[in-house]
Nanobody
Framework: QVQLVESGGGLVQAGGSLRLSCAASRLAFNYAMGWFRQAPGKEREFVAA??????YYADSMKGRFTISRDNAKNTGSLQMNTLKPEDTAVYYC????????????????????WGQGTQVTVSS
């Protein structure tokens, strides 16, 4: 079992930045780590994922968000720049213990472990 705890959410003005962190109880180097988000009244959606040296982003996040991880510290991060009000959501960290590549790493159903989420609110 892997426990994931997100932190770093908060209130920020449009155009601002936030850095989310995900602390894992353990995170094997071959696990994929992903970030998903859920806005009020909407389904949870993929944000970004990293597995090894491969990274994946949802189209609307490319160029604004950067995912990273530190296997030695069992942590992951999501740097979010140029935030927009539509980025307001609860952001979840997730880990996939099985191999994934490409599209599979963006699928919510592939992820085995989830954090409780952290709220990000972007004001206009």
């Amino acid at each position: 079992q892997v426990q994931l705890v997100e932190s770093g959410g908060g209130l920020v003005q449009a155009g601002g930045s936030l850095r989310l962190s995900c602390a894992a109880s353990r995170l094997a180097f071959n696990y994929a780590m992903g970030w998903f988000r859920q806005a009020p009244g909407k389904e949870r959606e993929f944000v970004a994922a990293i597995r090894g040296t491969s990274t994946y982003y949802a189209d609307s996040m490319k160029g604004r968000f950067t995912i990273s991880r530190d296997n030695a510290k069992n942590t992951g991060s999501l740097q979010m720049n140029t935030l927009k009000p539509e980025d307001t959501a609860v952001y979840y960290c997730a880990a996939d213990r099985d191999y994934c590549a490409g599209y599979d790493c963006t699928r919510e159903a592939n992820y085995d472990y989830w954090g409780q989420g952290t709220q990000v609110t972007v004001s206009s």
